[in-house]
T-cell receptor, first 115, second 115 residues
């Protein structure tokens, strides 16, 4: 099992450009998450998907959109990138998502630099 | 509302010395608590979690943590540090009545192990 995979690993954008970050999991998990990690701030939830066909906003959703393409894949789109979106983006998944005690499994991250 | 505070953004220990990483939580009810580790250029990996069973929780790689309700703490310890323990460690909290998406992370502690 590859677990949670993310592409690309690194990306440089110019302000105003768009891009999509891809995430896939092969653990048959129902719930998937997108986080951003900024220095000194831990991880903050951008969007999550409790199950296939559903998505909802997290703590910091502005400037982002998501698509739960199928049970395996959950993509994050930046329509018009801004320097404030320079960050490391992590995708995660969990089995059901409905219980607070569930372990989340993380991908290796995408480092995004917006100039 | 829930939150976690990790005291010390950087901790240095000598190889073979005790590792102590501090985490205090704020929650209206006894929460679920997690410690995740992030090795350089990798995603987060679960070390251990407390879900209201035994207050002393043993995790992977020789780490353990003790839930102390009276002190609202969940400090992470390891008796003898190894060079491979150098990483960033995140404490996280959620509510028993909540869902996995409501996981709140601390700001992280970077552990350096000196030879």
């Amino acid at each position: 099992n590859a677990g949670v995979t993310q592409t690309p690993k690194f990306q440089v954008l110019k302000t105003g450009q768009s891009m999509t970050l891809q995430c896939a999991q092969d653990m048959n998990h129902n719930s998937m998450y997108w986080y951003r990690q900024d220095p000194g701030m831990g991880l903050r939830l951008i969007y999550y998907s409790a199950s296939e066909g559903t998505t909802d906003k997290g703590e910091v959703p502005n400037g982002y959109n998501v698509s739960r393409l199928n049970k395996r894949e959950f993509s994050l789109r930046l329509e018009s990138a801004a320097p404030s979106q320079t960050s490391v983006y992590f995708c995660a998944s969990s089995l059901r998502g409905g219980r607070g005690q569930e372990t989340q499994y993380f991908g290796p991250g995408t480092r995004l630099l917006v100039l | 509302a829930q939150s976690v505070t990790q005291l010390g953004s950087h901790v240095s220990v000598s190889e073979g010395a005790l590792v102590l990483l501090r985490c205090n939580y704020s929650s209206s009810v006894p929460p679920y608590l997690f410690w995740y580790v992030q090795y350089p250029n990798q995603g987060l990996q679960l070390l251990l979690k407390y879900t209201s069973a035994a207050t002393l929780v043993k995790g992977i790689n020789g780490f353990e943590a003790e839930f102390k309700k009276s002190e609202t703490s969940f400090h992470l310890t390891k008796p003898s540090a190894h060079m491979s323990d150098a990483a960033e460690y995140f404490c996280a909290v959620t509510q028993p009545s909540g869902s996995a998406r409501q996981l709140t992370f601390g700001s992280g502690t970077q552990l350096t192990v000196l030879p």
